[in-house]
């Protein structure tokens, strides 16, 4: 794929310099807020693998996460 192929450098490439990369690797264990992420909700969230809480999951449970879009949730992706 696109992705596996060797980098190929240009005319249009950034010069070569040395940046510091930080990488985390997590086992799926919630790190960081634990309430709704509905704007301005600070409500507990539902259960720990969800992103709302009961409220806001009734009414967009199973829409698509991104903000703003209308698009119902496809499961499993």
Same mark, same amino acid.
């Given at each position: ?9 240009t005319?249009d ?23 709704c ?12 693998? +969800?992103?709302? *809480?009961? =409220? $806001?999951?009734l009414?967009? +449970?199973?829409? *698509?996460? =991104? $903000? ?10």
């Open positions: 794929s696109e992705c596996t192929q060797p980098y190929i450098e005319q490439s950034p010069p070569d310099e040395s940046a510091t990369v930080k990488m985390v690797v997590i086992d799926g264990i919630v790190m960081g807020p634990q309430h992420s509905y704007d301005n909700c600070s409500n507990t969230l539902v259960n720990h693998r +969800g992103v709302f *809480c009961d =409220v $806001h999951n009414e967009f +449970g199973a829409r *698509c996460r =991104v $903000h703003d879009c209308p698009n119902q949730k496809i499961n499993n992706t």
